[in-house]
């Protein structure tokens, strides 16, 4: 039978609950440690000096003397390593996760200079298996430091490639080093020199075991427009009109791939580019100089597809060189616009869609 006691209803008063907490704290005044922790956290959170249970007081001092041993390191979470029941959203392969932009300085092989240190951006990325949840990033970094203190080739690129694809357990992998490499020019006719500074990057892709390595150089020159060069001299002709022809800085990005067993120094690239195009932008000059370049530009008046096409002869030249692409920006003087070209042989380079910022990224201040 059950019994209904008017008394269950009725809310308590403000006294009546001050003697309950009382009672409380005579309570926690002689329980022990164990029975207090054992006590409904909202009612912990009433006793005096406790806290709030959900918030617990936590060190603030930084530990400076502690250390870590194996055991401890061992029970230290690893969610990245975690079952694939972790996966977040379809469970499918990435081709590429890794780290992009970390900064290191790099010592360098050079055709004509020795070696040379250079500040440079390292990529490098591995694929991941679609039942594997990520990969340790930090390990890319680790293992690529192991080789920094080498002085770089691709031979020392495989080498990196190898242990942290290793470590990460991958079976595909791509590092990507980018860095501007100073070269020094003289000038056309007043005998200065100095530096001109080239980005280029380095990629070594290793896919389904096999590896394949590319060089990727921008190179920038003057555009003279053959249309506007003889518009100007018929102004001249028929009219005795002064009148100058436009020409802008341009940029051509050059990316090959390097035949096994070739090799292809930065500046025989380089070199090719400067004789497919001799335009290139003048770093001393003098007012003979100016001049110069002037009837340099006036010799070799270029459209964009001009300039995409006499890459392509100097590439296809060379029997170092496999696939490769000419990506080349006119930055208009005439117009608010730029004019590009894109001219890829092999199919390698080959793609239906273009990055949709990829024209911006040719655009080079001094």
Request: charged share 25%; hydrophobic share 40%; aromatic share 8%.
């Amino acid at each position: 039978m059950n019994i209904y006691t008017p008394e269950m209803d009725r809310q308590p008063s403000q006294d009546e609950a001050e003697a309950a907490l009382a009672v409380l704290k005579r309570w926690a005044g002689k329980a022990s440690d164990a029975e207090i922790a054992h006590l409904e956290p909202a009612l912990a959170r009433l006793l005096p000096g406790a806290g709030d249970a959900a918030y617990p007081v936590l060190n603030r001092d930084y530990p400076a003397a502690f250390t870590v041993d194996d055991a401890y390191k061992r029970g230290l979470p690893d969610l990245q390593n975690g079952p694939a029941s972790l996966i977040v959203g379809a469970r499918a392969q990435i081709q590429h996760v890794g780290i992009s932009n970390f900064r290191l300085p790099i010592r360098f092989h050079t055709r004509d200079n020795g070696d040379l240190t250079l500040e440079t951006s390292v990529t490098g990325t591995v694929s991941l298996e679609a039942e594997k949840k990520g990969i340790n990033m930090s390990r890319i970094m680790r293992t690529f430091y192991g080789h920094a203190e080498r002085t770089f080739s691709f031979g020392v690129i495989e080498a990196a490639l190898d242990d942290y694809k290793a470590d990460l357990d991958s079976f595909d992998a791509r590092i990507q080093m980018r860095f501007s490499f100073p070269m020094k020019v003289e000038s056309l006719r007043s005998g200065l020199s100095g530096y001109q500074y080239y980005d280029i990057a380095l990629e070594l892709v290793e896919r389904a075991g096999v590896r394949r390595r590319f060089m990727h150089l921008d190179y920038v020159y003057s555009s003279t427009c053959p249309c506007s060069l003889e518009l100007s001299e018929h102004a001249r002709a028929t009219r005795g009109q002064l009148a100058t022809p436009h020409s802008q800085r341009s940029v051509a990005r050059i990316s090959v791939e390097l035949l096994p067993g070739a090799t292809l120094w930065f500046e025989d690239l380089i070199g090719l580019c400067r004789a497919a195009v001799p335009t290139e932008t003048q770093v001393m000059v003098k007012r003979e100089d100016e001049q110069a370049f002037a009837e340099l530009n006036a010799a070799n008046p270029i459209f964009v597809e001009d300039a995409a096409r006499s890459f392509c002869a100097r590439l296809q030249a060379d029997a170092r060189i496999g696939d490769f692409r000419v990506v080349a920006s006119h930055q208009e003087s005439l117009h608010s616009h730029d004019a590009v070209s894109v001219l890829s042989m092999g199919d390698t380079f080959a793609a239906e869609s273009l990055d949709p910022k990829l024209f911006n990224t040719l655009f080079h201040v001094g």
